[in-house]
């Protein structure tokens, strides 16, 4: 056990002395990134100046709200995304049989192998803009409200990894995989905004079976002390246990879907 774990840092390493080869191009792909991001946020900003108000949120909460998914999904992503939607491609040519007969966990080398650096764009605009949107939407802190921003972030963070695990490892069990990813972002786009402008069909599958809404719109109105649509006074706990019950469910899952695989031979 100690002597993979050692290897882990060493994967990563390789894997982030590959992508800065090219330095410029790396840096240039994040300032795309922030560039992309930045104007979500400025249409955000445009259309408050219009209404000054969506579903009771104000500009400084909107932007706590973008920069707060934006930060946890990229924190998330980086440890899932890209590895699990190229599993499809190793499980299509086969590739995931010579994965399978190394003397390391499987899902561990696939994420360490691959971790995603390429979600600092995603980080270097969202954290000012979260710092900024914190003290600009008055959130009365407290020491129960500091631990409650950094668990619920990190539940945040447990949620995009699990479930972008969870797609990703369908793909030993169906070969294809990649409609799923894009109906995860169909609901990603949408958990920018405030979960009560929302029908509530939409609500509960945001809540339940695509729970995307524990990425920002829940912890975030619970930092505001808004009303969270169907969690009411369950809306704190619910917001710190949905990270570790995905993770768990993903852990379930993944070794189901390993049990299945059954090579590209079929």
């Known amino acids: 056990m100690l002597h993979q774990l050692s290897i882990l840092p060493l994967l990563v390493r390789m894997y982030v002395k590959s992508q800065m080869e090219y330095r410029g191009a790396f840096w240039l792909d994040r300032l ?3 560039l992309s991001y930045g104007a979500v946020l400025l ?6 100046q219009k209404f000054e108000l969506l579903g009771g949120w104000n500009w400084p909460e909107l932007a706590l709200l973008f920069s707060f998914q934006l930060l946890a999904y990229a924190l998330g992503a980086a440890v899932s995304f890209t590895q ?3 599993l499809e491609e190793l499980v299509r040519l086969g590739t995931l049989d010579a994965l399978l007969t190394k003397p390391i966990n499987t899902w561990a080398y696939l994420i360490f192998s691959g971790l995603n650096i390429g979600y600092a764009g995603h980080i270097i605009l969202a954290i000012p803009v979260l710092v900024w949107a914190l003290l600009a939407a008055q959130v009365h ?3 129960g409200t500091v631990l409650f921003f950094a668990g619920s972030l990190l539940s945040a963070t447990m949620v995009t990894g699990a479930i972008l695990t969870m797609i990703g490892a369908t793909a030993m069990v169906w070969v294809r995989s990649s409609h799923l990813f894009a109906i995860f972002f169909g609901f990603w786009e949408i958990s920018r905004y405030p979960l009560n402008i ?3 069909a939409i609500q509960a599958v945001m809540l339940t079976l695509m729970p995307l809404a524990f990425i920002s719109a829940v912890p975030v109105a619970v930092l505001l002390g808004k009303p969270v649509p169907l969690l009411g006074d369950f809306a704190i706990p619910a917001a710190l246990l949905a990270g570790p019950l995905l ?3 993903a852990i379930i899952h993944w070794r189901y879907a390993l049990g299945k695989y059954q090579g590209a031979g079929g």
Do not use: T
């Open 32 to 34: 795309a990134q922030i």
């Open 198 to 200: 929302f029908p509530g």
């Open 84 to 86: 699990l939607r190229d």
């Open 141 to 143: 802190w407290s020491p």
């Open 247 to 249: 993770v768990l469910l």
């Open 43 to 48: 249409g955000l900003w445009i259309l408050l």
